[in-house]
């Protein structure tokens, strides 16, 4: 099946630092991807939706300029927090999906912990 | 209204035994994709199963299957055969839209086997 990767796993830094999170299709060329943020025992909540080399269509509420989206090609996604404080620890997971009618594949997500 | 509504937060089934997970869904687009996905407690979001909307048979994978009644607009996931290593949260999710960019995904269910 088609394989997302994500990385890092798992990051843990200090307030005020900036995190990259990386997420790459390998097998299969992206038309969007998707950036989710998921709380313990909860439902996945969509943060942005990208396709390539155009501006990210964020959710309402989700700050662009905290959370920046590059979708640089169509194999390639970025989201970098930006001065990143405790709050905005949380799992971070992507997504990618070809052309309809083909699911989305997640990448196994990131572990974010800001001390 | 609710796009996906999934009913049962928690659910128990005995190994071996076959469980369902309800799935109802909401939309006015002629076209459009179902999808179940597995999250075990690592966190990866595993791709189960799809069912586009004018399929006409039920979709299977192995011990999965969709039982798809457009009508009623349900997409339930029936799993055969339980394992143990089939506990984990389920989520059902739509795709529609004209550029298929739109991805809703229900509360999620989450299920415990019983050995």
């Known amino acids: 099946g088609a394989v997302v990767s994500q990385h890092p796993s798992r990051v843990i830094c200090k307030s005020g630092t900036s995190v990259k999170i990386e997420c790459r299709s390998l097998d299969f060329q992206a038309t969007t991807m998707f950036w989710y943020r998921q709380f313990p025992k909860q439902s996945l909540m969509l943060m942005a939706t990208s396709n390539e080399g155009s501006k990210a269509t964020y959710e309402q509420g989700v700050e662009k300029d905290k959370f920046l989206i590059n979708h640089a090609s169509l194999t390639l996604s970025t989201l970098t927090v930006t001065s990143a404080h405790p709050e905005d620890s949380s799992f971070y997971i992507c997504s990618a999906a070809g052309y309809v009618p083909q699911p989305q594949h997640f990448g196994d997500g990131t572990r974010l912990s800001i001390l | 209204a609710q796009k996906i509504t999934q009913t049962q937060p928690g659910m128990f089934v005995q190994e071996k035994e076959a469980v369902t997970l309800d799935c109802t869904y909401d939309?006015?687009?002629?076209?459009?994709?179902l999808f179940w996905y597995k999250q075990p407690s690592s966190g990866e979001m595993i791709f189960l199963i799809y069912?586009?909307?004018?399929?006409?048979q039920n979709a299977t994978e192995g011990r999965y299957s969709l039982n798809f009644q457009k009508a009623r607009k349900s997409a339930n996931l029936v799993i055969s055969a339980s394992q143990l290593g089939d506990s984990a949260m389920y989520f059902c999710?739509?795709?529609?839209?004209?550029?298929?960019?739109?991805?809703?995904f229900g509360t999620g269910t989450s299920l415990t086997v019983i050995p």
């Open positions: 999710a739509m795709r529609e839209g004209p550029t298929g960019n739109q991805f809703y």
């Open positions: 069912q586009g909307s004018y399929d006409q």
């Open positions: 939309t006015s687009d002629p076209s459009y994709g």
